[in-house]
């Protein structure tokens, strides 16, 4: 068990992030990512503003990020945030879609409307492994940041946050 989560614990939020226990409904999506598969237009993968707000934090300790999401149990069924280029991905794997912070508007930007994540780190991919794609290519992700510990491997451990994922099916024009 989660040292920071009760059981039945109803407080929607834990220090500021979505409390994955509690029932209260999530946030809608901040920012949608940029399609990366051929021949599709509609975004498979968005983030919530927790999400948002937790990446903000995370790029100016570890630079420009990615995110893998593997099929395997436990953790490894968790979207890991990796530096970019730590986790090697390649023909095994399927580039979902790419967020571009840029794009995005939160709590945490400025008031001067400049962004705080440098232009060299505001684009993050998602990947997802071609064998959960087969399992997972008629849903939509949405990554959502939680109180809560996750795997050691992702960088947003030591922050007491993990991320997780929330799905539902696409649309059926879209898959």
């Known amino acids: 068990m989660e040292p920071d989560v009760l059981p039945n614990d109803s407080a929607a939020e834990?220090?500021?992030?979505?409390?994955?226990?509690?029932?209260?409904?999530?946030?809608a999506a901040a920012l949608d990512a940029r399609p990366e598969i051929s021949g599709e237009t509609d975004s498979r993968v968005a983030m919530t503003p927790a999400a948002l707000?937790?990446?903000?934090?995370?790029?100016?300790?570890?630079g420009p990020l990615m995110f893998h999401q593997s099929g395997g149990c436990c953790d490894g069924s968790s979207p890991m945030c990796y530096p970019a280029g730590d986790?090697?991905?390649?023909?095994?794997?399927?580039?979902?879609?790419?967020?571009?912070?840029?794009?995005?508007?939160?709590?945490?930007?400025?008031?001067?409307?400049?962004?705080?994540?440098?232009?060299?780190?505001?684009?993050?991919?998602?990947?997802?492994?071609?064998?959960?794609?087969?399992?997972?290519?008629?849903?939509?992700?949405?990554?959502?940041?939680?109180a809560g510990r996750g795997s050691g491997f992702s960088v947003e451990a030591p922050e007491g946050k993990r991320f997780l994922i929330r799905s539902r099916l696409l649309a059926q024009d879209a898959a």
């Open 14 to 27: 834990r220090d500021g992030f979505p409390n994955e226990n509690a029932s209260a409904p999530t946030s």
């Open 53 to 62: 707000t937790l990446l903000r934090r995370l790029i100016p300790i570890h």
């Open 87 to 146: 986790f090697k991905t390649g023909g095994s794997d399927v580039l979902l879609g790419t967020f571009d912070l840029s794009a995005a508007a939160d709590a945490d930007a400025p008031a001067d409307g400049t962004d705080p994540v440098a232009a060299d780190a505001a684009e993050i991919a998602f990947w997802m492994s071609a064998a959960q794609f087969e399992y997972w290519k008629h849903t939509h992700l949405t990554l959502d940041a939680v």
